[in-house]
């Protein structure tokens, strides 16, 4: 059983703002999966062997061959801001 206080864990770590009723919902909804999760607990996997994809999976590699870039200014044409040298963009961090 999933209580209010897991839900709310759960929610903190993920940096979510949930009112009483969506952690009650988000207190449903999760206590369902664990018990989906048990259910898949009872089937019986014996003689099958473990395998890291459902379905096979292959690579497809292409050549590494050198192709040429960007010069500075060709790079910089469609930029919304530039200083001549760099892209600008808008500060993300804040300053501590």
Known sequence: MVNAEQVRKVASLARLKLTEAELENARQQLAGILD??????DVDVTGVEPMAHGAEVANVFRSDDTQPGLNRSEAL???????GRYFLVPQILENT
């Open 77 to 83: 044409a469609n930029a919304p801001r530039t200083d």
């Open 36 to 41: 989906y999760v048990a259910v898949l607990d």
